[in-house]
């Protein structure tokens, strides 16, 4: 399951790259988010996929009992994921906020803060 998974990523990351080398801001928007999937699946895949019970230590124990997830990538890739989230929002906001500005979403086209060529 585990190299499922790792293909899986490998192929998420590819398709961000993809989208982010594009030209147009959207597609790097999309890219970024693919990305920021990508990189909870890694996290999440690297604490091993078990069936195990929940890290709960009963009353007198030093250690839990059996077989138990680990806590910590869950932790990791669920505060990523508001990050990422947040992250999103902003670029939304932002590419439509270009949008109204400069009236495109081509990276080559925006070139408002650069100086006119001369039409010689």
Request: aromatic share 6%.
């Amino acid at each position: 399951m585990e190299l499922l998974l790792a293909v899986v990523c490998g192929a998420l990351v590819a398709a961000a790259v993809y989208l982010m080398l594009a030209g147009d801001m959207l597609r790097f928007v999309f890219g970024l988010l693919l990305m920021s999937n990508a990189a909870n699946l890694v996290i999440f895949t690297s604490g091993r996929l078990t069936e195990g019970a929940p890290a709960l230590i009963a009353e007198g124990a030093d250690a839990p009992a059996g077989t138990v997830a680990n806590a910590l990538p869950q932790a990791l890739v669920l505060t990523a994921i508001v990050i990422g989230f947040g992250l999103f929002a902003f670029a939304v906001v932002l590419l439509l906020r270009a949008w109204t500005e400069l009236g495109t979403l081509r990276g080559d086209e925006m070139r408002l803060a650069e100086p006119e060529e001369d039409a010689r």
